[in-house]
Nanobody, 113 residues
Framework: VQLQAFGGGLVQAGGSLRLSCTSS????????MNWYRQVQGKERELVAT???????NYADSVKGRFTISRDNARNTMYLQMNSLKLEDTAVYYC????????WGRGTLVTVSS
């Protein structure tokens, strides 16, 4: 059972990135999924959620800029991040609940001025 996030990198403020989270060993289509982020020294923050039926929800700080989506055929979740700000710099983690709480290894997003 594994979740793996990738797609992070260095981007200028105002730019875009798309993160992906692949899964294996779970029935992805029935698994609610989330994106979290964490800045060193701070608590992990919930960024966006998507239910198995595709209902989404966002933290106020990213509403209108980030879009969470899923492709059940590919067992993959995405986070499209537009209009990135310096304060979006963090390690981003994908998370899902399938019999237990599952976490992928984080991917670092760095937004520069």
């Amino acid at each position: 059972v594994q979740l793996q996030a990738f797609g992070g990198g260095l981007v200028q403020a105002g730019g875009s990135l798309r993160l992906s989270c692949t899964s294996s060993g779970i029935t992805f289509k029935i698994t609610p999924m989330n994106w979290y982020r964490q800045v060193q020294g701070k608590e992990r923050e919930l960024v966006a959620t998507i239910t198995s039926s595709g209902i989404t929800n966002y933290a106020d700080s990213v509403k209108g800029r980030f879009t969470i989506s899923r492709d059940n055929a590919r067992n993959t979740m995405y986070l499209q991040m537009n209009s990135l700000k310096l304060e979006d710099t963090a390690v981003y983690y994908c998370n899902g609940y399938y019999r237990t709480d599952l976490w992928g290894r984080g991917t670092l997003v760095t937004v520069s001025s």
